[in-house]
């Protein structure tokens, strides 16, 4: 929660959309906390990438993902770094794939954050 909220700061001091990309070994100190801050991250133009690494758990990084109904629009991308890795064939760019997978909803939450008029 606190890079969130240290996100937030700088976003309302610049003005303009961010990034923030975090990366994770599963444990969160505190879930109220955390889902509170990516809730009001929401209100801002601040797209949230948080990248697996190691063996988690990563069951609470997916609900943060799927299941925070009040925010103003999905500003959370959960990629779990080994499983994308693993799952890329053989000969093709695992390291493109992996950049499709944590980047694949910046359109999207883009897109909705102009909409949104932040």
């Known amino acids: ?25 599963g444990q969160v100190t505190s879930r109220q906390d955390t889902e509170a801050a990516i809730v009001e991250a929401s209100r801002y133009p601040i797209s949230i990438v948080v990248v697996g690494v190691g063996d988690g758990p990563w069951e609470l990084m997916e609900e ?3 299941e925070l109904p009040e925010r103003a629009f999905d500003n959370f991308q959960f990629v779990e770094f080994n499983k994308v890795m693993n799952s890329v064939p053989h000969g093709k760019n695992a390291d493109a794939a992996f950049a499709c997978a944590a980047l694949m909803e910046i359109p999207e939450q883009y897109r909705l954050i102009k909409q949104l008029g932040y």
């Open 1 to 25: 929660a606190p890079v969130i909220r240290k996100t937030i700061e700088i976003v309302k001091e610049e003005k303009s959309y961010h990034i923030l990309v975090i990366v994770a070994d």
């Open 64 to 66: 943060f993902d799927d």
